[in-house]
């Protein structure tokens, strides 16, 4: 499986940034896709995450009205919009497959991740 996010860099506070993951050896049309990020000296946290259609979306609070998961099954991508950026957004972000969505969030479908792309976010 090979996840490639790309897309991060150095921004400042309410700036918008649009990440990009593109996907390899996947079905990648019939999954459940999302973000999630990780700071230092911390966990990887849930952020966003869609259905295999992208009509179903799923958010972590801190980010809602600000985040947008989007997907293109067609080019096998999947995007996320983050606008009015905070430093406390600064994070290794990471695309993956997801499993059990549901309003408290997405787990990841398998315990593997590719490549991330750093966010950083200055005040």
């Known amino acids: 499986v090979q996840l490639q996010a790309s897309g991060g860099g150095l921004v400042q506070a309410g700036d918008s940034l649009t990440l990009s993951c593109a996907v390899f050896?996947?079905?990648?049309?019939?999954?459940?896709m999302g973000w999630f990020r990780q700071a230092p000296g911390k966990e990887r946290q849930f952020v966003a995450g869609?259905?295999?259609?992208?009509?179903?979306?799923f958010y972590t609070d801190p980010v809602k009205g600000r985040f947008t998961i989007s997907r293109d099954n067609v080019k096998r991508m999947l995007y996320l919009q983050m606008n009015s950026l905070k430093p406390e957004d600064t994070a290794a972000y990471y695309c993956?497959?997801?499993?059990?969505?549901?309003?408290?969030?997405?787990?990841?479908?398998?315990?593997?991740w590719g490549q991330g792309t750093q966010v950083t976010v200055s005040s």
């Open positions: 993956a497959p997801v499993r059990d969505c549901s309003s408290n969030g997405c787990y990841a479908k398998f315990d593997r």
């Open positions: 050896d996947l079905a990648f049309g019939d999954l459940g």
């Open positions: 869609l259905s295999w259609n992208g009509a179903t979306t």
